[in-house]
């Protein structure tokens, strides 16, 4: 399970590409080793997220692919105005990738917590949102991302692989990690390694469940959602974010288009922030642990038989 | 100057004659519009380096409105170029142009759409940051309000073009000292101006934004890079041109009928103050 990290693999991308260019409201902590080798191509513009976002604007209007980072609740936020009327109303191919996105920002509390980070974005006309489960699921999607003429939203993520993803990315294409023809478990970002430890808990159970890794969430694989829920009984919808707007929110819109019914298990967050804390306690406090959701769901699946 | 000074007042005077048309049917931002047009004259006519056949040249100027209402005193200017066909300004409003209350690229020579405040002074700044970056000779301006200040943004984008050394960002006031419905000094007071803008790590100078002459020398000024954003406040009157609605706090959208338009015109070719029946409008 080799991998390069985000900052190994955004380098090489910049290097072969002099269109790119990493920029950040100084948060540095996914790109530390980038300053030295890109040089002038590394615009640290200090605390201020709505002027990087403008800049990236004017850069890409030069023909710029601007990559900005910040923290996720401040880009997606502090900035929304910059990324919906610059980027967004510009249709500019700007990449913003957000750190410490959901239950990443551990113990930081609610003001560092970006939990409608997925909502916002994906309601900018022209958006794409990319959520990866880890690290290397990131890394597999970034040469595409980046080479997106869409603005994108990135939910960066550090974390160690939880499983050989399938090298084969695209954009709007969910990994299918298990088939299953009893409950499909949708999901995306930090919560793939334990609704993937709960699938396998419920297999274990002898349920046959379905885990797909959404990677984009805009655009959606309407085609596997839609087929989740014609080939089984139960959907379960996995996210650490709101209930409104969020993943939970896309599968009721395509199933309300496509009149299709089903039986929907929503896990998120409902009006409110989460318990701040080390991310281990964060998933078994609030009840996003593998274990809590192989309770949960299965406590569901028992209900409806 | 290379060009004479009585030809830019001519192309200024038919711009407030565009711009005052405008201000019929549906009306639009008259007082804020013909604040700046000396300052857009000279921009346009002396300063920058762009043309229509210029537009894809990767050394060319730039001219970005950040105070996006005034934009009929762009659309008459760009009519005066050449640029835009006279006759879509009669489309004004329509949904069947883009000839709208404020700025968009589907006008060729719009560089961004604005409307918001506080944007493009950081798109300039990313816009000015290429050109170091690339090397290229280019001067990136920004026409921005004064009212418009307020906004902080525009203060965070100072702060980082001091800091990168963006002396080819060149940001332009029109300083009419009224925002949307109140002085500005009266509100929230800007004063002293110049010096905050030093305090940023700007160059600044402040001129009549009216005078051409004035204009220049500050802009020739302006254009001597010395490793530092350069700031002209250019002291300007809202409504410039028609006695009847000169800085009145009241006069900054304006919807008039056909015949206070015709009386605008005449006063302002000198046939004194209109009659104006309109009851002043607050927007925001």
């Known amino acids: 399970m080799n991998h390069p990290t985000y900052s190994e693999t955004l380098l090489q991308l910049a290097q072969a590409d002099p269109r790119l260019v990493v920029m950040t409201a100084e948060n540095r902590a996914a790109i530390r080793d980038l300053p030295d080798v890109l040089d002038a191509r590394f615009v640290d513009v200090g605390i201020c997220e709505q002027t990087m976002v403008g800049m990236a604007a004017g850069l890409a209007l030069r023909g710029r692919t601007p990559v900005c980072h910040a923290l996720a609740a401040f880009l997606t936020m502090r900035a929304f105005e910059f990324v919906r009327t610059d980027v967004g109303i510009g249709r500019l191919?700007?990449?913003?990738?957000?750190?410490?996105?959901?239950?990443?920002?551990?113990?930081?509390?609610?003001?560092?917590?970006?939990?409608?980070?997925?909502?916002?974005?994906?309601?900018?006309?022209?958006?794409?949102?990319?959520?990866?489960?880890?690290?290397?699921?990131?890394?597999?999607?970034?040469?595409?991302?980046?080479?997106s003429e869409h603005p994108v939203y990135i939910r960066h993520t550090a974390l160690p692989a939880a499983i050989d993803h399938d090298p084969d990315f695209q954009i709007g294409r969910?990994?299918?990690?298990?088939?299953?023809?009893?409950?499909?478990?949708?999901?995306?970002?930090?919560?793939?390694?334990?609704?993937w430890l709960a699938s396998r808990m419920l297999r274990a159970e002898g349920i046959s469940v379905r885990l797909l890794n959404l990677r984009t969430l805009k655009p959606v694989d309407a085609e596997a959602i839609l087929l989740a829920a014609q080939d089984t009984d139960l959907l379960v919808t996995v996210e650490d974010h709101f209930l409104t707007g969020g993943l939970f929110s896309i599968v009721s819109e395509l199933l309300v288009r496509y009149r299709v019914a089903a039986d929907v298990l929503p896990l998120a967050l409902s009006e409110r922030w989460f318990q701040p804390g080390l991310l281990a306690d964060v998933l078994s406090y609030e009840g996003f642990d593998a274990g809590k959701l192989a309770d949960l769901i299965m406590a569901r699946w028992h209900r409806r038989n | 100057m290379p060009e004479a000074k009585a030809t830019l007042a001519t192309t200024a005077l038919r711009v407030r004659e565009h711009a005052i048309r405008m201000s019929g049917g549906g009306g639009c931002f008259l007082?804020?519009?013909?604040?700046?047009?000396?300052?857009?004259?000279?921009?346009?006519?002396?300063?920058?380096?762009?043309?229509?056949?210029?537009?894809?040249?990767?050394?060319?100027?730039?001219?970005?409105?950040?105070?996006?209402?005034?934009?009929?005193?762009?659309?008459?200017?760009?009519?005066?170029?050449?640029?835009?066909?006279?006759?879509?300004?009669?489309?004004?409003?329509?949904?069947?142009?883009?000839?709208?209350?404020?700025?968009?690229?589907?006008?060729?020579?719009?560089?961004?759409?604005?409307?918001?405040?506080g944007h493009l002074l950081p798109v300039a700044a990313g816009v000015a940051l290429d050109c170091k970056l690339r090397r290229t000779p280019n001067r990136v301006v920004v026409v921005t309000g004064d009212g418009e200040l307020n906004e902080g943004s525009n203060w965070e984008a100072l702060l980082v073009a001091s800091a990168h050394g963006l002396d080819n960002l060149l940001v332009v006031v029109d300083r009419n000292r009224i925002q949307a419905n109140a002085p500005t000094e009266a509100l929230i007071p800007l004063e002293p101006?110049?010096?905050?803008?030093?305090?940023f790590g700007c160059e600044a100078a402040t001129v009549d934004g009216h005078d051409?002459?004035?204009?220049?020398?500050?802009?020739?000024?302006?254009?001597?890079?010395?490793?530092?954003?350069?700031?002209?406040?250019a002291e300007t009157v809202r409504g410039r041109g028609l006695p009847s609605i000169e800085g009145r706090v009241d006069r900054w959208f304006c919807r008039f009928s056909d015949a206070e338009v015709t009386a605008l015109l005449d006063e302002l070719h000198g046939a004194g103050p209109a009659r104006l029946y309109a009851l002043p409008e607050v927007v925001r």
């Open chain 1, 93 to 147: 191919p700007v990449k913003l990738v957000g750190g410490v996105a959901g239950f990443l920002s551990e113990a930081n509390g609610p003001t560092h917590q970006a939990v409608e980070d997925v909502a916002l974005m994906r309601g900018v006309p022209g958006m794409q949102v990319f959520c990866p489960a880890d690290e290397a699921d990131l890394v597999t999607g970034l040469p595409y991302i980046l080479a």
């Open chain 2, 193 to 199: 101006l110049a010096g905050k803008f030093r305090a």
């Open chain 2, 212 to 233: 051409f002459n004035a204009l220049h020398r500050a802009f020739f000024e302006a254009g001597q890079a010395d490793g530092r954003p350069q700031v002209v406040i």
């Open chain 2, 31 to 117: 007082g804020a519009s013909l604040s700046c047009v000396e300052i857009l004259v000279y921009l346009y006519r002396e300063f920058l380096n762009i043309s229509q056949d210029l537009l894809d040249d990767p050394a060319r100027d730039y001219l970005f409105l950040s105070k996006g209402h005034d934009v009929p005193a762009l659309y008459g200017l760009f009519v005066e170029l050449g640029w835009l066909d006279s006759a879509r300004l009669a489309n004004h409003l329509s949904v069947h142009d883009q000839i709208y209350w404020h700025p968009n690229r589907n006008v060729p020579g719009v560089e961004f759409h604005s409307g918001s405040l």
């Open chain 1, 174 to 195: 969910a990994e299918v990690v298990f088939e299953g023809s009893d409950i499909a478990i949708l999901t995306y970002g930090v919560l793939f390694r334990e609704a």
